[in-house]
Each structure stands twice: as C-alpha cells, then as structure tokens.
C-alpha cells in the first residue's frame, strides 16, 4: 500500500462549488504539506501543518483552508472553486528533520 | 526573485551521453538541497540530497557550491529511463522548514 495516498485522482467541477482534497499517511511523518503545480511554475506551497494543532500559511494560500484533523489526515479545502484553480495538487510529507519530502500521487483538479 | 531558478530546457541527449544541470538559489539561508525526479504527470520523488562536499550515487553526480548559491547535478552514461523532469528543491529553516522548488529540467534521452 502507499504511503502516502490522495482522493480524489481526479474531480471536474464548475465555479463556485466547495471541493475538498482528502490526504492520509502511514509514514508516521509529523509534518504534512498541501502544494500546487503549474505547467512553468513548479511547485508552490498552499499550506502546511507540523502537528495537529500548527497550521501555517505557505506561498498561495488565499482560496483555500486546510484542516489538520488526525496526524495522519491532512483536507485541503477550496471553499467556492474558480477556473485559475484548476491544477495538480501534491500532498506531502516529511519527518521533523524536514530532509525529505514523501508525495502523494497528486489530484488533478479541474475548475469549469 | 524566485528563490529557486532552474533553466527549464529541454535537455535532449542520445543514450551513453552525459548532461549536466545547474539550479541557483537566492536564499543565503538556504540549509538543505536536494534533487527530485518527476515523470509526465506523477508525484516527485527524491533522487538524492546534496552534500557540501559533493555526493554520488551510482552515475548520478550532485555537487553544492555555497559561495556562488549554486547545485549541479551530473548524469554519466543516459539511460532512456532517465528521462524525466529533474527538480531542484531548496529547505530554508528561518522560513519554517519550507521546502522550495525550482521549475524542473526536462531531460529526454534519445535512442
């Protein structure tokens, strides 16, 4: 089984609709991390969580919220969905040593 | 200024070539460097970190140059399954252990 997984892989929605991205872990990794990728832009992060009840801001966070709810369960949420939102969204994870990141497969999330 | 720069490519090399990337950082307070592979639409994953004094594994070269704020990574010896898109990722601790990524490399090996 992976170790980090994400659901849904895939979701079509239209404007204006609340969406949320679901992700687990059995790493036993503290540290949890939600980022976005775009085609020439790389990977940006949305926010990250280094237990249950630190939750931090990152690079891109406005349109979404996130909830910490298990140290496992890391939910990013887009609370009324837009077109610019459509992209490939990475869960990931890390130990405290932060040395290195373990992904999910990714959600591919497109805003109609 | 974007806190990790990467030349986007692309990177077409016949099998057996060697190619070489090179990322720079702008964050002085950059404290660890890594390099991660992504194929076409999958999640990345590690390669390899980079040491201050240089690092290899297998044919795969990493090297970090702290004066000029810049990492390499060396292939020797391309295998088609070396292409892929190659991400140099930056963690800087007095931004709360925030990982950074550049835009990626993307290398094609060639029959």
């Known amino acids: 089984d992976a170790d980090v997984t994400q659901t849904p892989r895939n979701r079509i929605t239209k404007t204006g609709k609340r969406i949320m991205l679901e992700c687990s872990q059995t790493?036993?990794?503290?540290?949890m991390y939600w980022y976005r990728q775009d085609p020439g832009l790389g990977l940006r992060l949305i926010y990250y969580?280094?237990?249950?009840?630190?939750?931090n801001k990152g690079e891109i966070s406005d349109g979404y919220s996130v909830s910490r709810q298990a140290q496992a369960k890391f939910s990013l949420s887009l609370e009324s969905a837009i077109p610019n939102q459509t992209a490939l969204y990475f869960c990931?994870?890390?130990?405290?040593?932060?040395?290195?990141?373990?992904f999910g497969p990714g959600t591919r999330l497109t805003v109609l | 200024r974007k806190e990790v720069e990467q030349d986007p490519g692309p990177f077409n090399v016949p099998e057996g070539a060697t190619v070489a990337f090179n990322c720079t950082y702008s964050?002085?307070?950059?404290?660890?460097f890594f390099w991660y592979r992504q194929d076409c639409r999958k999640e990345p994953k590690l390669l390899m970190s980079?040491?201050?004094s240089g690092n290899e594994d297998g044919r795969f070269t990493a090297q970090l140059n702290r004066a000029s704020q810049y990492i390499s990574l060396l292939i020797r010896d391309s295998k088609l399954s070396d292409s892929a898109t190659y991400l140099c990722?930056?963690?800087?601790?007095?931004?709360?252990?925030?990982?950074?990524f550049g835009t990626g490399t993307s290398l094609t090996v060639i029959p």
């Open positions: 990931a994870t890390s130990d405290f040593s932060a040395h290195t990141q373990y």
């Open positions: 790493k036993g990794h503290d540290r």
């Open positions: 969580s280094f237990d249950v009840k630190d939750i």
């Open positions: 964050n002085s307070a950059s404290q660890s």
């Open positions: 980079v040491y201050s």
């Open positions: 990722v930056v963690n800087i601790p007095n931004t709360g252990n925030q990982f950074y």
